[in-house]
């Protein structure tokens, strides 16, 4: 499983980003694209299209139009589309065209007005996420 | 289709839902599409809605970066490019498989091209492949390209369609609109 805590650190303080994560671009799933299954990386992932199963990434945006049925573990989680699951991420954005249900496990999370979220939203200190290199199947 | 609106200039206009007041719509950046400057994109701390757009809005295709892998099925009724690591079947129309990806499990298609690493089977109308790919499996095809220097290890049978049963099941590529659907409908389908 990946570690989501190796280049956590991205940013550095001159506001430069590391030169590893530089050389990858993002995956970009589009909208006629459907995942079943598990999707793991080590990087940047948009979402416009249709993802059933656990995602594990350092970024994970879901872009208006996407749709996420599963668990997320990620360090950051933008949710403009849809999601149904469950998120794991120290920084959480929901914006307004947002919908989603199910728990977000925080440190930070912004809700745009508008947005729909159904469920709880507990919070984390970060040190919760760090430790968390897979999916707490079974811990709340 | 979503990210065409942004070249519109109005990036609310599809939403479904009422009209929102959206302080971070009118960003310079979500005006750009063209922009490429993908890597100061993951230090950017402002998270709004009109980001996504802008990444994405530039080129539609799909792109399995080399830092993903995926364990499951994949399928788009879009152009895919993968360069990263599959672990199961990819269903698609363009397929275009790169140098450093890695697919284990079936790749059907339309059109597919192969640089490098498929072990299982390629079942598609149109194959390529390229001086760098290595195939363990049999190719399916009607027209076929091997560039100087692949490794094929398997079978090529161009039979592809002559039997309705071997004919890859293409997802519906006529209308596109509801994305939601395309996975719902057909992960379930049947082969070998």
Redesign the interface.
């Known amino acids: 499983m990946l570690t989501l805590t190796r280049k956590s650190e991205v940013q550095h303080p001159e506001g430069r980003t590391m030169q590893t994560e530089a050389e990858a671009p993002p995956s970009l799933l589009g909208p006629g694209v459907g995942i079943q299954g598990v999707l793991e990386i080590d990087g940047e992932l948009v979402i416009s299209g249709v993802v059933k199963g656990r995602i594990a990434a350092l970024k994970l945006v879901i872009a208006p139009g996407g749709y996420v049925e599963g668990d997320i573990v990620a360090r950051e989680v933008v949710i403009s589309g849809r999601l149904n699951g469950r998120i794991f991420a120290p920084t959480v954005s929901i914006a307004a065209s947002a919908e989603v249900e199910g728990r977000i496990f925080h440190t930070s999370v912004s809700v745009e007005r508008g947005a729909r979220v159904n469920g709880r939203m507990p919070w984390r200190p970060v040190s919760y996420f760090d430790t968390l290199d897979q999916l707490p199947e079974n811990r709340e | 289709?979503?990210?065409n609106r942004d070249k519109s200039g109005e990036p609310q206009a599809a939403?479904p839902?009422p009209a929102?007041?959206?302080t971070a719509q009118p960003q310079p950046a979500a005006l750009k599409p063209d922009q490429t400057a993908?890597?100061?994109?993951?230090?950017r701390?402002a998270?709004?809605?009109s980001?996504?757009?802008t990444?994405?809005g530039a080129n539609?295709?799909?792109?399995?970066?080399?830092?993903?892998?995926?364990?499951?099925?994949?399928?788009?009724?879009?152009d895919?490019q993968i360069d990263?690591q599959i672990e199961?079947d990819v269903r698609g129309v363009g397929v275009k498989i790169g140098q450093n990806a890695k697919v284990k499990g079936t790749v059907y298609g339309d059109d597919v091209e192969l640089a490098g690493t498929v072990e299982g089977k390629i079942e598609a109308k149109k194959v390529l492949i390229s001086g760098t790919a290595r195939m363990t499996g049999d190719i399916w095809h009607q027209d076929i390209k091997v560039e100087s220097g692949a490794y094929i290890n398997g079978s090529l049978k161009p039979e592809l369609g002559k039997s309705d049963a071997k004919q890859a099941p293409k997802?519906a590529t006529a209308t596109?609109s509801s994305?939601?659907s395309?996975?719902?409908g057909t992960?379930g389908a049947p082969h070998h």
């Open positions: 289709m979503i990210f939403q839902k929102q007041p959206q993908k890597p100061a994109e993951p230090l701390p998270i709004t809605t980001q996504t757009p990444k994405a539609m295709a799909s792109v399995i970066s080399k830092a993903l892998k995926i364990t499951g099925e994949l399928e788009s009724t879009e895919i990263g199961g997802p596109t994305n939601v395309s996975l719902t992960t």
